[in-house]
Structures are given as structure tokens and as C-alpha cells.
């Protein structure tokens, strides 16, 4: 039986019997869920109960993927922001491909990033078989770091690097 405020505020509102479950994220309350009967006071069910007990588990589990999704999404931006601020050459070792070439790296290739994705790592390297052994290097020892090798520019030209990679999944 309520009193006070809570009483007054239901009969404003036409309330004759209301049912509550909590709405939980990361074991906190976040809010709750509420069925208001404006006709009669009644004892809810335990279907009615569950039923609201299922919704609120959802609408938490909702709640919870949008601020992942958001959190995820901030993540990338981040990872976007570096990636593209410095000379980054990200590929698939097995396959022997490029995947992203940064705009940095791009420019210091003398090609577009566009041309270079899903290019052959052999086709960066002034000496095919230097990428050949780094490949080799890289599948056996999963991490390789500072290792000098000469890439070929767009223009012909040879560009000196220390190249460190690793295996990632």
C-alpha cells in the first residue's frame, strides 16, 4: 500500500496496480520497467513478472551493444587516425598481398594508395627475393624488427627502410 507522493502521483494518473523490474547494465541499476493497470488493483502473475523480466534483460542487452558500438566505433576512428598519420603498409604475409597502405607510406612509394591495395608485397621491394625471405622470416619467426630492405619507388627510385612487423590473427 503507498502513501504519500507515490500515492498521489499513481491516482493522478489513473494507477490501480503497477509491476517493476529493475533494468540493470554491469550489475547497476540503469532504470526500470513498469506495467501500469488503470483499471484494478490486482497481484501480477508470475508470466506477467517473467515477461517483464525478459524485457528489461533485453532492452539492458540493447542498451549495453549501443555503447559497445559506439565504444567500437571511437576505437576505429582512433586506430584511423594513426594509421593514416604515419607510414603504415598492413598485409596478408601468407598471401603475399597488401591490404592498407597508409597515405604517408603511399606518398613515400611515389603511388596512391588505391594503386597499391591488394598488390603483390613483391612489387615494393626493388629485389623480389629480399620480400620473398622476409615473408619466409616473418611466417617462421611471427615478428620481425627494424630489418633494413629497399623498396622501389613508383619513379624507379630505391627507398632504404627498417622494416618491424608482426604476425597478427
Same mark, same amino acid.
Given at each position: ?12 494518473? %489513473? ?15 540503469? %532504470? ?123 619513379? %624507379? ?13
Amino acid at each position: 500500500e503507498l502513501t504519500g507522493y507515490m500515492r498521489t502521483k499513481f491516482a493522478s494518473e %489513473g494507477i490501480q496496480s503497477m509491476a517493476t523490474v529493475p533494468i540493470m547494465l554491469k550489475g547497476q541499476l540503469w %532504470g526500470h520497467i513498469d506495467f501500469d493497470d488503470c483499471k484494478q488493483e490486482r497481484i501480477w502473475s508470475a508470466v506477467e513478472i517473467d515477461a517483464l523480466k525478459t524485457v528489461a534483460l533485453l532492452l539492458g542487452a540493447l542498451v549495453e551493444r549501443v555503447r559497445l558500438d559506439a565504444e567500437l566505433r571511437a576505437s576505429e576512428r582512433r586506430f584511423r587516425r594513426i594509421a593514416e598519420a604515419l607510414p603504415v603498409i598492413i598485409g596478408d604475409y601468407r598471401q603475399g598481398r597488401v591490404l592498407y597502405v597508409s597515405p604517408p607510406a603511399a606518398e613515400m612509394l611515389g603511388h596512391s594508395a588505391q594503386a597499391l591495395a591488394n598488390a603483390s608485397f613483391s612489387t615494393l621491394f626493388a629485389d623480389p627475393d629480399e620480400c620473398t625471405a622476409l615473408l619466409a622470416r616473418l611466417a617462421q619467426q611471427q615478428t620481425i624488427e627494424d630489418s633494413e630492405v629497399t623498396y622501389r619507388r613508383a619513379d %624507379g627510385s630505391l627507398l632504404p627502410a627498417a622494416v618491424s612487423t608482426r604476425h597478427i590473427d
